[in-house]
């Protein structure tokens, strides 16, 4: 028989090897390096605009042409394009589409054939168009307006 006390058979079943937590606090720092990057990467390099400043310009967007009825029972029909900035979002306008194409028949429906032939009238229509486009934009960082300017690429009244 072996000369082995109860004691050396207790205390090698007791300390059984431990496993280092080393890699586990390497793996958890290199994610929170990573995360932290990340952020710090966005809040660097994007560009910040505050409200009211200006924004570069970026893509000009082609509405689909729009025939409405005037208050006056008169038609006009246009073509409107909108002049997005450079921190738009150019997928989120397309897909707001047809909001667009509603708020112009709804600001061009409200006018009477006389109101839009008066000097002014179309840059008044055109004013309203932007702040309701603007409107359906929103902003970009909560400050940039994404839509900068409408313009009219033809407009027939009838």
């Given at each position: 028989m072996s000369n082995v006390t109860?004691?050396?058979?207790?205390?090698?079943?007791?300390?059984?090897?431990?496993?280092?937590?080393k890699k586990l606090f390497i793996i958890i720092g290199v994610v929170v390096l990573l995360i932290g990057g990340y952020e710090a990467k966005s809040i660097l390099l994007a560009?910040?605009?505050k409200a009211g400043q200006k924004v570069p310009d970026g893509k000009i967007v082609p509405l689909d042409q729009i025939t409405v009825n005037t208050t006056d029972?008169?038609?006009?029909?246009?073509?409107?394009?909108?002049?997005?900035t450079a921190v738009?979002?150019?997928?989120?306008?397309?897909?707001?589409?047809?909001?667009?194409?509603?708020?112009?028949?709804?600001?061009?429906?409200?006018?009477?054939?006389?109101?839009?032939?008066?000097?002014?009238?179309?840059d008044a229509a055109k004013a309203a168009m932007l702040?309701?486009?603007?409107?359906?934009?929103?902003?970009?960082?909560?400050?940039?307006q994404q839509i900068s300017a409408v313009y009219y690429t033809n407009i027939i009244i009838q």
């Open positions: 109860a004691e050396q058979i207790a205390a090698g079943a007791e300390a059984p090897p431990k496993k280092s937590k560009p910040h605009y029972n008169h038609y006009v029909q246009l073509n409107v394009s909108l002049q997005l738009a979002n150019a997928s989120t306008i397309s897909a707001d589409l047809p909001r667009f194409d509603d708020a112009a028949i709804s600001v061009i429906g409200a006018e009477t054939s006389t109101q839009l032939l008066a000097p002014g009238g179309k702040e309701d486009f603007q409107k359906i934009a929103g902003t970009v960082d909560g400050a940039a």
